[in-house]
């Protein structure tokens, strides 16, 4: 049963919507200190609900006195939580970073700050949002969000990129609408809890599933729909590559896992289930390779997020009609996966603009000189990439245990071999930069020295990659409070 909350909940949502809006009127160079301060507030307020969520369980807040059906519920569970930790995590380091960035790059500074703040606004009410209609409108902010986010610098190949972007969003946002509207007309209700006990198996709710799981696929770029992603995510200036890879595309497949595991429950089968594994496959096949093989360093960061995202829907055929024991494994992987993703692959990126920016060059054959010159940033980028191999006793090691470990007690022994050579393939691209770092400076080349806030930063970020593993456990457990766990 939910417990009505204190005032952290709506407050997690108007905060960043609060120094956005003043980062606008006082500009990005004041701007950012005023995101920074904000940010601060919420990881204390995120924290809060994580201590109210354990002590007393599932929180529920009706927005003005008026709760569901009628009204807007609020609702944080365990899943929650951890979202809107992992939320807070990531945004308030690379608001650091993001400043020293623009002081060296000035161009995208001046809407940066506001968007961001939308954007952190939306990811938080998304998760915390109890009903379907306020799910879309959520999304449509956030994609709205992340594209003005991607054009924000104004080059001709990140304008180009946004508006690929914004066309995969709108047509992601309008299926998912198109099903809304289907439940809608079968139940009369788009609120989360009541619906949870009316779906059942018919045709139109079958279609309405199926249009709002593909829409949300398409955002999160799973393969084959991943071909707006990497000039995106690659071309953006770099503090808005990693807003976009560590937390944009977690809150699409968030969705698909809390219908999935909730009220779509009564309709999915494992043969569905069974494909959405082997497009998690193939996309960690298919990024691998594309990372393999790219020349920039930022793209070869992006084509790795197509295939890290294929590791977190390895999650549904692993617990979809699987023993309750392995599938609470799989699941709790999926969601340390997306965690554990989403710190190594902001410091990746955070550590890859700081070489770029020192080496004033974004190809890999152009990066000799780096080891000596950035170790720390270099450090950074190799101890990320320790985290997406999943070598212990990383956050990602602990992750990839649980799906490994859910493989083989039921008995899917390929998704276990797809497990293990995606963590080859990882170490295959991220030691080709490694020792592009190590060559020594080509003829006519430098190296120069960067802020050491973009450095600490990327290092810190994958430190917590790295300790997330330690406490796997305590990760799990908040997982199981009034979750699907």
Excluded: C
């Excluded at 952290?8 to 905060?15: E, H, Q, S, T």
């Amino acid at each position: 049963m939910a417990i009505e909350s204190v005032a952290a909940l709506p407050w997690l949502i108007l905060l960043p919507l609060a120094w956005a809006t003043l980062a606008f009127l006082l500009g990005p160079a004041r701007g950012a200190g005023v995101a920074i301060a904000g940010l601060l507030l919420q990881a204390g307020l995120t924290l809060l609900l994580a201590w109210e969520v354990m002590a007393a369980g599932t929180q529920r807040h009706a927005v003005g006195g008026w709760g569901a059906p009628l009204g807007i519920d609020l609702l944080a569970d365990g899943l929650a939580v951890v979202m809107l930790l992992m939320t807070a995590a990531v945004a308030l380091p690379m608001a650091v970073y993001a400043r020293a960035w623009f002081t060296a790059r000035p161009a995208g500074a001046t809407w940066f700050w506001p968007l961001t703040g939308f954007l952190v606004a939306a990811l938080n009410t998304l998760f915390l949002s109890a009903d379907l209609f306020n799910l879309y409108v959520t999304l449509e902010l956030l994609g709205l969000a992340a594209v003005g986010l991607t054009a924000a610098a104004g080059e001709r190949r990140a304008v180009g990129a946004a508006m690929r972007y914004l066309l995969a969003t709108l047509l992601g946002s309008g299926a998912y609408l198109m099903g809304v509207a289907l439940i809608y007309g079968a139940y009369g209700s788009v609120s989360l809890a009541v619906l949870g006990a009316l779906v059942e198996p018919m045709p139109a709710v079958a279609l309405a599933a199926g249009l709002m799981v593909v829409g949300m696929l398409l955002k999160t770029a799973l393969f084959p729909l991943h071909f707006w992603l990497p000039p995106a995510h690659g071309g953006a200036v770099t503090p808005v590559s990693a807003l976009l890879s560590a937390l944009v595309i977690k809150a699409s497949f968030y969705l698909v896992l809390r219908l999935w595991f909730g009220v779509f429950e009564p309709l999915v089968t494992v043969s569905a289930a069974q494909v959405l594994g082997m497009l998690g496959a193939a996309a960690i096949l298919w990024g691998s390779v594309q990372a393999l093989l790219q020349a920039r360093l930022k793209m070869l960061v992006a084509y790795s997020t197509v295939a890290q995202i294929g590791y977190l829907f390895l999650v549904f055929p692993l617990a979809t009609g699987t023993p309750a024991e392995a599938a609470a494994g799989a699941w709790q992987g999926g969601v340390l996966q997306a965690v554990s993703h989403a710190l190594a692959k902001a410091a990746m990126f955070a550590a890859a603009g700081a070489m770029i920016l020192g080496a004033g060059s974004d190809r890999i054959d152009r990066l000799g000189g780096a080891g000596a010159h950035l170790p720390l940033a270099l450090f950074a980028f190799g101890l990320s990439g320790i985290v997406l191999m999943g070598l212990p006793p990383t956050g990602g090691f602990a992750a990839k245990w649980l799906l490994l470990m859910a493989a083989l007690e039921t008995g899917q022994w390929w998704w276990a071999a797809v497990l293990v050579g995606g963590g080859l393939l990882a170490a295959a691209y991220v030691f080709r930069v490694l020792l592009a770092a190590f060559a020594p400076l080509p003829e006519q080349g430098s190296v120069s020295g960067v802020a050491r806030s973009l450095e600490w930063t990327a290092f810190a970020l994958a430190t917590a990659g790295v300790l997330l593993g330690l406490f796997a456990a305590e990760v799990t457990t908040l997982l199981g409070t009034g979750g699907m766990a």
